[in-house]
């Protein structure tokens, strides 16, 4: 009785060709922008652009995977890096300045998934997953003193905001501004002062 072919080979060089396309079009998008075209993209990736369109059948669909893969690396780093870090304050220093990384490695990327889902905020699972993670960081480092009683999750992402528009309009030093923004949460920085409008 002859052992029936295995199907797990195809599926295997499917799920490896779709991640050469990924990557490719990361480092086409980081480089040139909104420049780049769905045949470069396959001729990178060594790929024919059939095999391409299968596994994304439009442009949108191939940034909106990009920038999915690049939140879901934004994740797994943070989960490696940041949570196994003992000091909390360490810790979130350490998952905004990867952050801020690689919105400096990827300006062509981020303003290419700006252009098609109107923000570069990691979106979906992922996303809610890295404001986890940011919660939990900013819940230790109050625990223990290294965060202001007031501190709170919307404030790392208001800080990345910052870091993300400081990047994308060459505004200055982003390390400095990260520094400055982090030092804002230490408990010795008191109470924020309150901006009259008008």
């Not at 299968?54 to 893969?69: D, V, Y």
């Not at 252009?115 to 819940?139: F, N």
Request: aromatic fraction near 4%; charged fraction near 25%.
């Amino acid at each position: 009785m002859s052992t029936p072919p295995s199907r797990r080979k195809p599926r295997t060089d499917a799920e490896r060709n779709r991640a050469r396309v990924l990557e490719a079009a990361r480092a086409l998008f980081a480089e040139h922008g909104q420049d780049v075209q769905m045949a470069e993209v396959a001729r990178v990736a060594e790929v024919g652009i059939g095999t391409l369109y299968r596994h994304f059948p439009t442009r949108q669909a191939l940034i909106e995977a990009a920038a999915e893969s690049r939140s879901a690396e934004l994740l797994d780093h943070a989960r490696a890096r940041c949570l196994g870090e003992a000091d909390p304050a360490r810790a979130l220093a350490l998952f905004v300045e990867h952050v801020g990384e690689v919105l400096a490695a990827d300006r062509g990327m981020s303003q290419v998934i700006e252009g098609v889902v109107g923000t570069t905020e990691p979106q979906g699972r992922t996303g809610e997953a890295l404001r986890d993670v940011a919660r939990e960081l900013v819940e230790r480092g109050k625990a223990v003193g290294a965060f202001r009683a007031d501190a709170a999750t919307s404030d790392v992402n208001m800080i990345v905001c910052g870091l993300a528009s400081v990047i994308r309009n060459g505004a200055g030093d982003w390390r400095r501004f990260a520094e400055i923004a982090l030092d804002g949460l230490k408990p010795g920085a008191g109470s924020p002062t309150v901006i009259q409008n008008g």
